[in-house]
């Protein structure tokens, strides 16, 4: 541990446990540590740098580009750790890899969302900023997943999502013996109305560091349930965690185009043919 005088990035990370040098290109992040192996397994070759608590770090390329997975657990606070650490040894992108609950009849279960901005019902986010402060992914994220999904072919929903704290009564969903949190059924159907797409837990705490860090976030998440239809079935995971890791290396090819006309923002004019 270090106080406020000395370097943080010096070290080796306290939770995830890396150091400088130990992570490469963009850097997924799915919440459940044994998502990881379903994230690498599609990677062209993987190697494990770190496990400890819930973090879990593998590294490798997909389509011969570098590319890193980190697990965060469950909900905004570990989520933000790992932001926070990984961004001590150079990570520069981040892109949440997860499932959701839909709250649209359109999506599906097994389609993927691709947040275009989170709704900040978390605690984490308030900790760092006025709630007024905008949890937005960053739009050369959200480009290249959603031509990562074109080209995998993968039915796909772009739109904002809510991140909560609990699972249950954040999500208005019954707590044991059907208790119900007070508002619950309003408070989805105004999220409804507002356009908002799904729930999930980690989303907006990762956009808004990001954004304050300078770096850049996105998220993908499959649907398993969706609370207009009642369908709930867990299937589906891999189709985000593909669609993310093709993305990180859209990223990386975006980058090099970047680099090579001298300009700091992606355009539409330029190609990302080799």
Not at 191 to 220: C, Q
């Amino acid at each position: 541990m270090t106080d406020d005088s000395e370097d943080p990035s010096d070290e080796i990370q306290y939770h995830v446990e890396l150091g400088d040098g130990d992570i490469e290109g963009p850097v997924l992040l799915p919440g459940d540590p044994d998502r990881v192996d379903v994230v690498a397994d599609r990677w062209d070759d993987h190697t494990e740098r770190a496990s400890h608590r819930e973090y879990r770090t593998l590294v490798g390329s997909y389509d011969g580009e570098p590319v890193t997975v980190t697990s965060t657990g469950i909900g905004s606070p570990s989520a933000a750790i790992a932001v926070e650490e990984l961004a001590r040894v150079g990570a520069e992108t981040f892109i949440r890899v997860g499932s959701c609950g839909a709250i649209r009849e359109e999506a599906s279960v097994g389609d993927l969302v691709i947040t275009t901005a989170a709704v900040r019902q978390e605690g984490t986010s308030d900790e760092y900023v006025r709630p007024e402060y905008p949890a937005a992914a960053d739009d050369e994220v959200v480009t290249a997943l959603v031509t990562a999904a074109e080209r995998l072919g993968y039915d796909y929903h772009l739109g904002v999502t809510c991140s909560t704290d609990s699972f249950y009564a954040g999500q208005s969903r019954p707590g044991f013996e059907g208790f119900r949190a007070a508002g619950a059924a309003e408070r989805i159907e105004a999220l409804r109305e507002a356009g908002v797409v799904n729930f999930e837990m980690e989303a907006a705490a990762i956009l808004t560091l990001a954004s304050i860090y300078g770096l850049r976030a996105g998220a993908v998440c499959t649907v398993y349930a969706n609370r207009v239809t009642g369908e709930f079935r867990t299937e589906g995971e891999t189709k985000a965690a593909e669609t993310a890791s093709l993305a990180a290396a859209i990223l990386a090819r975006m980058d090099r185009r970047k680099a090579e006309a001298g300009v700091d923002r992606w355009t539409a004019d330029m190609s990302l043919s080799e």
